[in-house]
């Protein structure tokens, strides 16, 4: 298992970086939720969903100030396994947190700058990720918000920030928008290229178009992807008003700007198929680019403005990465559900592997019952990501070199992975309904099952 990395040593670092007298810098993070990278005209869409370059502290204009990382591989389509490895710094098999409903294990970096002093505050729109899932460990004050009052994510942690920014303190923020998580419903200023006439993005919707993929034509795909790019503007737009909050924050208290004082973090937990196959829309059965790939900027000090990196990183590298740790060179990305799925990439390939067969139809995610939403994974696959970036076409039988190659990786990976034993958080009486509606038995029977051999594939 990696380490996971002194946060001693990084806020040294970051200190000789800046001058002997020099305070570490703040840190910002910024998570929004099913955020597809392609979707972003920061990696080559079309449509300018992260806002114009002119738009002071945009996704946008925050990757032209910034460093913009080309790929970055979150380890689920989950947002708790997600969410975790970027806290922990460990593989969701090795914090325990492979899905809801499961808790985090092993130490978080937010308690560690809590321990140094940082004062630290989060909130979270997604109200499934409760505090006894783990995430909330090192902070202060961390509280979910209801979607429909999104907006108060940044307004309430720019409130718990302004006294600490006066005082110069040292500050650690985390901001979890859930837009464009499903349903997509964006707000009609940001609703820019769907058709008014069309079907809406409702979660009834997309649920049928997965029980009956026959129905998604082009027109409707053509319509649910523009739903879900005015959902990625107004994220957006949510992220641009709370870093120019914060700006506004460190201008007032006669400090300089954001970037002048903080290191910002802008990525997301995963991203969302969008109708790639079985007429799926949504993420957590994926292990396929759409949703394992992330966008991921880092700006303010010590980091290059306009620099774009090419080499890929794992999302649960990032944080030692903000505050200056080159973290170990990683041969292979690894995403897992469960252990009953699999995928590895490096920096061409993508290996999709099924051994277990426990779940032929795929994996059993609600609100789909068992018997429908068929999300089924082959038993190996091998796809070239430079001709084929959406995964659709398997190449194994036409390169058996790389096939072995990339399974003796997964091999070397799972042995050098420190398992843990899955537990789910402590049932009382206000979430036994929730447990039980959406816990399923398999979730946590994780015993026997592992990654194929080279010989087996």
Same mark, same amino acid.
């Given at each position: 298992?990696?380490?996971?990395?002194?946060?001693?040593?990084?806020?040294?670092?970051?200190?000789?970086?800046?001058?002997?007298?020099?305070?570490? +810098?703040?840190?910002?993070?910024?998570?929004?939720?099913?955020?597809?990278?392609?979707?972003?005209?920061?990696?080559?869409?079309?449509?300018?969903?992260?806002?114009?370059?002119?738009?002071?502290?945009?996704?946008?204009?925050?990757?032209?100030?910034?460093?913009?990382?080309?790929?970055?591989?979150?380890?689920?389509?989950?947002?708790?396994?997600?969410?975790?490895?970027?806290?922990?710094?460990?593989?969701?098999?090795?914090?325990?947190?492979?899905?809801?409903?499961?808790?985090?294990?092993?130490? #978080?970096?937010?308690?560690?700058?809590?321990?140094?002093?940082?004062?630290?505050?989060?909130?979270?729109?997604?109200? #499934?990720?409760?505090?006894?899932?783990?995430?909330?460990?090192?902070?202060?004050?961390?509280?979910?918000?209801?979607?429909?009052?999104?907006?108060?994510?940044?307004?309430?942690?720019?409130?718990?920030?302004?006294?600490?920014?006066?005082?110069?303190?040292?500050?650690?923020?985390?901001?979890?928008?859930?837009? @464009?998580?499903?349903?997509?419903?964006?707000?009609?200023?940001?609703?820019?290229?769907?058709?008014?006439?069309?079907?809406?993005?409702?979660?009834?919707?997309?649920?049928?178009?997965?029980?009956?993929?026959?129905?998604?034509?082009?027109?409707?795909?053509?319509?649910?992807?523009?739903?879900?790019?005015?959902?990625?503007?107004?994220? #957006? #737009?949510?992220?641009?008003?709370?870093?120019?909050?914060?700006?506004?924050?460190?201008?007032?208290?006669?400090?300089?700007?954001?970037?002048?004082?903080?290191?910002?973090?802008?990525?997301?937990?995963?991203?969302?198929?969008?109708?790639?196959?079985?007429?799926?829309?949504?993420?957590?059965?994926?292990?396929?680019?759409?949703?394992?790939?992330?966008?991921?900027?880092?700006?303010?000090?010590?980091?290059?403005?306009?620099?774009?990196?090419?080499?890929?990183?794992?999302?649960?590298?990032?944080?030692?990465?903000?505050?200056?740790?080159?973290?170990?060179?990683?041969?292979?990305?690894?995403?897992?559900?469960?252990?009953?799925?699999?995928?590895?990439?490096?920096?061409?390939?993508?290996?999709?592997?099924?051994?277990?067969?426990?779940? +032929?139809?795929?994996?059993?995610?609600?609100?789909?019952?068992?018997?429908?939403?068929?999300?089924?994974?082959?038993?190996?696959?091998?796809?070239?990501?430079?001709?084929?970036?959406?995964?659709?076409?398997?190449?194994?039988?036409?390169? +058996?070199?790389?096939?072995?190659?990339?399974?003796?990786?997964?091999?070397?990976?799972?042995?050098?992975?420190?398992?843990?034993?899955?537990?789910?958080?402590?049932?009382? @009486?206000?979430?036994?309904?929730?447990?039980?509606?959406?816990?399923?038995?398999?979730?946590?029977?994780?015993?026997?099952?592992?990654?194929?051999?080279?010989?087996?594939?």
């Amino acid at each position: 298992m990696r380490a996971a990395g002194p946060w001693a040593a990084l806020l040294l670092l970051a200190t000789c970086q800046h001058g002997a007298r020099s305070a570490p +810098p703040d840190l910002i993070v910024v998570t929004v939720d099913t955020l597809r990278a392609d979707r972003l005209s920061l990696y080559g869409a079309e449509r300018a969903t992260d806002l114009g370059a002119d738009e002071a502290f945009s996704p946008r204009w925050l990757g032209e100030r910034g460093t913009v990382f080309e790929t970055c591989w979150a380890p689920a389509g989950k947002t708790v396994p997600s969410l975790a490895s970027f806290w922990t710094g460990r593989e969701p098999l090795e914090h325990g947190a492979v899905t809801h409903m499961t808790v985090m294990q092993g130490r #978080s970096r937010a308690e560690d700058l809590r321990d140094r002093g940082y004062r630290t505050f989060a909130r979270c729109a997604n109200a #499934s990720v409760v505090p006894e899932y783990g995430l909330a460990r090192g902070f202060l004050d961390y509280a979910l918000r209801p979607r429909e009052a999104e907006p108060r994510v940044g307004s309430e942690l720019l409130a718990l920030a302004d006294p600490e920014v006066r005082a110069g303190r040292p500050l650690l923020l985390w901001a979890h928008f859930m837009a @464009p998580h499903q349903p997509y419903a964006p707000p009609p200023e940001h609703d820019l290229w769907s058709d008014p006439a069309g079907p809406r993005g409702d979660n009834r919707t997309l649920y049928g178009f997965h029980l009956d993929p026959g129905r998604l034509d082009a027109a409707a795909l053509a319509q649910m992807r523009a739903l879900y790019d005015g959902e990625v503007r107004y994220a #957006s #737009s949510l992220v641009r008003d709370f870093l120019a909050g914060l700006d506004r924050l460190y201008r007032a208290a006669g400090r300089g700007g954001l970037l002048d004082n903080a290191v910002v973090v802008f990525t997301a937990d995963h991203g969302e198929e969008l109708g790639d196959r079985h007429g799926y829309f949504l993420h957590g059965k994926s292990l396929y680019s759409g949703v394992i790939r992330v966008p991921l900027v880092i700006a303010g000090r010590g980091w290059p403005a306009g620099e774009r990196r090419r080499e890929p990183v794992a999302l649960a590298d990032v944080l030692p990465l903000a505050l200056g740790e080159e973290p170990p060179p990683r041969p292979f990305f690894v995403a897992t559900w469960q252990r009953e799925f699999w995928s590895i990439r490096d920096r061409r390939w993508t290996l999709v592997a099924a051994p277990c067969g426990h779940l +032929p139809d795929g994996p059993h995610e609600p609100p789909y019952p068992a018997q429908g939403g068929i999300y089924p994974y082959p038993r190996l696959a091998l796809y070239d990501r430079l001709a084929d970036p959406l995964e659709q076409q398997d190449v194994s039988g036409d390169h +058996p070199d790389v096939v072995r190659r990339l399974l003796r990786g997964l091999a070397a990976w799972f042995e050098g992975l420190d398992l843990v034993e899955v537990r789910p958080f402590a049932r009382t @009486p206000g979430n036994a309904a929730a447990l039980d509606a959406l816990v399923h038995p398999e979730w946590f029977a994780l015993d026997g099952c592992r990654p194929p051999t080279p010989e087996e594939g």
